[in-house]
């Protein structure tokens, strides 16, 4: 099946708003958070539903919602076949709370569950997803978005949005019946090639989809890539869209006209709705080689119109972070190695040097710095309150969205050029033979996943760890 032109349904998206609760000695009062095999029509109505993995039985899974300060909690229980555990993506979080399956806590088998209750300190646009063969159980359904909403409503104040809706992208590999391709589950060529791409785009789990405006109403658009491997190049036609944040955290504004995310990437962007909108306003992505296609609109909610918004698009507010002292960092290298024409002729796996043979037989076609995941020894550590400068060292010919747990980082360069707007960010695309350099204060404690979130590529090598002490 071709990549759907066709657009989507809005309502289709679940928004089920916990409301946040005091924490109490006790968890009997747990909200729960399901995973289980449950079904979503995916694929253009005619066609059979397709089987999937969900959280709280919609694709996305439910929304949550906090305010920044407030405590997330949720008992997870996981009713799916496989063990699986939670990755709040982006959140400052402590490390027992992370959800990195077999690093900072046990996977939570098939009947379990497993209670997690953490701050959301930042405000932005986060989402949550599997992080236990996460290559499969992403791809099967398993994300939602997380929303941490500043402190005092930003919505509202003058030059502000008027609204505010989520749009969660994904991308689904399905056969001509609807159903997922399970076939290519854990394919590896897929996996040293951009990963295992899909066919259908969704927003908010539909295909044909429209979100539903209000003419005159300034929105802010809280962009989700929940893809397992493919990079959105988006764009807004007939709108001029102003970026407000990246992964969660403020920039001061500007506009963009194609907003590029990485998988795990977000992008909260504002967009002012024509007074006179008549017609549709596509919503286009990239599908390769600038063949744009329509993945879904903006469509007039039947709403009255609001007057039109004027004046320049108001900043989210700062948040007051350390500085980063990078008069004496420690510096670090992240060297990309291996997938498709650049074969990985060696490479260290659980501590022993192997070959190319005995590489693809482990299902190993990457590799960080010489090691092809599983490492037992720490890619690096920092003391707390360091400075840490790290190269991200793209020697493959592929790209890669490499995303750090635990933190932001700052942009300091690409390519050998300062980035001009020091963007911070909890992934970072780097492209073949551009080096990104970023730079954080090591002052989040515990053991951080560091991998690419081409979920395919971090299952065959691209995987590693960090520690700040
Ligand atoms: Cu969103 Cu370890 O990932
Ligand atoms: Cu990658």
Request: glycine share 10%; aromatic share 6%; with cysteine.
């Amino acid at each position: 099946m071709p990549l759907s032109r066709r657009t989507f349904l809005a309502t289709g998206a679940s928004v089920l708003t916990a409301p946040a609760l005091p924490r109490l000695a006790w968890a009997d009062d747990m909200p729960i958070l399901r995973a289980a095999p449950s079904t979503a029509q995916l694929a253009p109505e005619g066609y059979d539903t397709t089987p999937v993995w969900s959280y709280g039985g919609t694709i996305p899974g439910p929304e949550i919602r906090v305010r920044a300060g407030e405590r997330v909690r949720r008992r997870f229980v996981n009713d799916l076949p496989q063990p699986s555990a939670v990755h709040w993506h982006g959140i400052r979080i402590e490390n027992a709370m992370d959800g990195a399956a077999g690093v900072t806590q046990d996977p939570v088998p098939p009947g379990g569950t497993f209670d997690y209750d953490f701050v959301a300190p930042d405000p932005g646009t986060y989402w949550y997803h599997a992080h236990a063969r996460s290559w499969e159980q992403v791809a099967r359904g398993l994300a939602g978005p997380l929303i941490v909403e500043e402190v005092e409503p930003w919505v509202g104040l003058e030059g502000a949005a008027t609204s505010e809706t989520t749009l969660m992208l994904a991308d689904w590999r399905l056969q001509g019946d609807g159903a997922l391709h399970e076939a290519s589950f854990g394919d590896l060529h897929d996996w040293a090639h951009a990963g295992r791409l899909g066919n259908t785009i969704t927003i908010n789990g539909a295909i044909d989809a429209r979100v539903p405006v209000r003419r005159g109403e300034r929105l802010r658009l809280r962009v989700v890539n929940a893809a397992t491997a493919r990079v959105m190049p988006l764009r807004l036609p007939g709108l001029s869209p102003v970026l407000i944040a990246l992964d969660g955290f403020p920039v001061v504004p500007r506009p963009v006209e194609t907003i590029t995310l990485a998988p795990a990437q977000r992008a909260d962007i504002v967009v002012d709705v024509p007074a006179d909108l008549a017609t549709l306003l596509p919503i286009l992505l990239d599908a390769g080689r600038e063949e744009w296609v329509e993945i879904g609109a903006l469509s007039d909610g039947d709403a009255a119109a609001l007057p039109p918004q004027a004046g320049p698009v108001r900043p989210l507010p700062m948040p007051v972070e350390p500085a980063l002292d990078l008069s004496a960092p420690q510096d670090e290298v992240l060297r990309m190695e291996g997938g498709a024409m650049e074969r990985l002729d060696r490479a260290r796996l659980n501590g022993v040097d192997q070959d190319f043979r005995q590489l693809v037989a482990a299902r190993r076609v990457w590799a960080f710095n010489g090691v092809a995941g599983d490492m037992d020894e720490p890619a690096f550590r920092a003391e707390i309150g360091r400075t840490v400068r790290l190269r991200l060292v793209n020697d493959t010919r592929w790209a890669h969205g490499i995303h750090l747990h635990g933190y932001h980082f700052t942009i300091l360069s690409r390519g050998g050029r300062p980035d001009p707007h020091r963007d911070r960010r909890d992934t970072v695309l780097v492209l073949p033979g551009e080096p990104v350099e970023i730079a954080f204060v090591a002052q989040n404690p515990g053991r951080w996943l560091l991998h690419c979130h081409m979920l395919g590529h971090q299952a065959s090598g691209m995987l590693a760890w960090f520690e700040v002490a």
